[in-house]
């Protein structure tokens, strides 16, 4: 029983925002700026200003996070199975529908959404980062409160509650805080892939999965590696840019493939 708990929350470990659908609903809310913001939403755009595209793109978030949230929940209990399957399920509807908009964008919104879809710090402005930087302060503010929680729930649900641990107030702040703090990360700089799940395997590798050290260090060493991927974005095709979010996938991807050949012991390394 333990022995699946265990695998249950190995598992959960490659979990990463796009799989629950929370980076395509913030992709649908800022592409909906993007190219209806002349014109249905134009109420919106003249009354929020530069600031409609990052508030579009974290509710968007935001909203979908609630929305599975909802649905996983029964009597009680937060089923992270159904809160996957859910989001697999979202993030196809999101996408069918930022693909509706794509297609009713012209030229000029085009290449705005492909930048930005595809991620950039160039658009990171300071009144930006007021707007959303507080939401993530405080998600890393939370950090030291739940690693010890998160800690007991590796062994299993019933072993964390029989070690006082409140399981569905942690579930629900962990799941909340995380994918608010993801929405705000994504309202300023666009879509960018597999930091959120190389950091953390790279990090349990290295200094085992502790989450008191693990939360921390994952955020230290993932913000380090958007600079360098970032640096190497802006340097690679000067005096032009490339969207950080290619450089990051094609850094990111192999690695990932590496980790799952790793666990199902294909390879040794």
């Known amino acids: ?36 913001g002349t014109t249905w939403l134009a109420p919106v755009t003249l009354a929020l200003g530069t600031l409609a595209l990052p508030l579009a793109a974290f509710f968007g978030g935001l909203s979908v996070t609630l929305l599975l949230y909802a649905i996983a ?3 009680g209990r937060t089923s ?26 012209d030229d000029r919104q085009l290449r705005d959404l492909t930048f930005w879809q595809l991620g950039s710090l160039a658009g990171a402005t300071w009144p930006k980062i007021g707007t959303v930087g507080p939401v993530i302060l405080l998600a890393l503010a939370t950090m030291p409160f739940l690693s010890r929680g998160l800690n007991a729930l590796a062994l299993g649900e019933a072993t964390a509650g029989h070690l006082g641990i409140p399981v569905q ?5 962990a799941i909340v805080g995380v ?57 690679v095709v000067a005096p032009a840019e490339l969207p950080i979010g290619i450089v990051t996938a094609v850094a990111g991807a192999p690695f990932f493939l590496w980790i799952l050949l790793r666990k199902r012991g294909i390879v040794d390394l």
């Not at 107030?169 to 702040?173: A, P, V």
Request: net charge positive.
């Open 169 to 173: 107030r942690l579930k629900y702040t």
């Open 179 to 235: 994918s608010a703090a993801v929405g705000a990360s994504v309202a300023v700089s666009g879509g960018i892939g597999f930091i959120g799940i190389v950091v953390p395997h790279l990090l349990r590798l290295a200094i085992g999965p502790d989450n008191r050290y693990l939360l921390p260090a994952s955020a230290v060493l993932g913000a380090s590696l958007l600079l360098i991927a970032d640096a190497v974005a802006r340097t």
């Open 73 to 75: 929940t029964r009597h």
């Open 1 to 36: 029983h333990d022995d699946r708990h265990r695998a249950k929350a190995r598992a959960g470990g490659d979990a990463d925002p796009g799989l629950i659908g929370v980076s395509a609903g913030s992709s649908l809310g800022a592409v909906a700026i993007i190219v209806l």
């Open 80 to 105: 992270v199975a159904t809160m996957l399957l859910a989001g697999l399920a979202i993030a196809a509807l999101t996408m069918a529908l930022t693909g509706i908009l794509i297609f009713m964008a």
